[in-house]
């Protein structure tokens, strides 16, 4: 059920223009990213520069869990999102849940 709050949440933020996806679109930003969604399929290296954008911007980065960023967003070989809505951020790890994971723990498992 988290699952499809947080597609929700997502859907909302892509149509509110609230969302970047990828990593080098990501690396354009300056400020205001709240979230970042990296896929569980990412590679090391891809995880290693999604790490040092969340540290840039001082933000979480969760890691999905069940289903990939591809999906979440519709779009092909995605593996990093970022939200720039601070509400919609909140909302998205509100009902994080087992779907995503904060960095940290998704590593230690």
Do not use: H, W
Request: proline fraction near 3%.
């Amino acid at each position: 059920m988290q699952n499809n709050k947080i597609f929700s949440y997502v859907g909302f933020a892509k149509r509110a223009l609230k969302l970047k996806a990828g990593t080098n679109a990501i690396k354009t930003l300056k400020k205001d990213v709240y979230l970042m969604i990296a896929c569980q399929t990412a590679s090391p290296n891809a995880l290693k520069e999604a790490i040092k954008l969340s540290e840039k911007f001082g933000c979480p980065l969760f890691v999905t869990s069940g289903f990939t960023v591809e999906s979440l967003i519709n779009k092909e070989n995605c593996k990093l999102v970022a939200i720039l809505e601070p509400e919609l951020a909140k909302a998205i790890i509100k009902n994080s849940g087992e779907d995503l994971k904060l960095f940290r723990e998704a590593i230690n498992e």
